[in-house]
Nanobody, 121 residues
Framework: VQLQASGGGLAQAGGSLRLSCAASGSTSSINAFGWHRQAPGKQRELVAKINRDGTTNYLHSVKGRFTISRDNAKNLVSLQMNMLKPEDTAVYYC????????????????WGQGTQVTVSS
């Protein structure tokens, strides 16, 4: 599984940005997509997750502001970020959890390249 992220950039506090991530390769093996972020000097944290059945979970601080969605037909996952705050500034990474079942079971996580989101006050 390979992931290619796009979007991000600079926004003012209260503004919006949209991140997208396109998956390729063994996309039928993907169970869940997620968006993580890492701010300078901080650990990477899970921002939002969406499962194959569409169920989602969010980091508490982004609930009600961010929305994760997926298009299984297009193998695309997006993160709509509204009401942005300066503390949302970070490098954002998409990821995909996959399981490949063949002669053996291989489970793993693929990562896309990071995309910078900067929110000015």
């Amino acid at each position: 599984v390979q992931l290619q992220a796009s979007g991000g950039g600079l926004a003012q506090a209260g503004g919006s940005l949209r991140l997208s991530c396109a998956a390729s390769g063994s996309t039928s093996s993907i169970n869940a997509f997620g968006w993580h972020r890492q701010a300078p000097g901080k650990q990477r944290e899970l921002v939002a997750k969406i499962n194959r059945d569409g169920t989602t979970n969010y980091l508490h601080s982004v609930k009600g502001r961010f929305t994760i969605s997926r298009d299984n037909a297009k193998n695309l996952v997006s993160l709509q970020m509204n009401m942005l705050k300066p503390e949302d500034t970070a490098v954002y990474y998409c990821e995909a959890d996959y399981i490949v079942i063949g002669d053996s079971v291989v489970a793993g996580r693929a990562w896309g390249q990071g995309t910078q989101v900067t929110v000015s006050s």
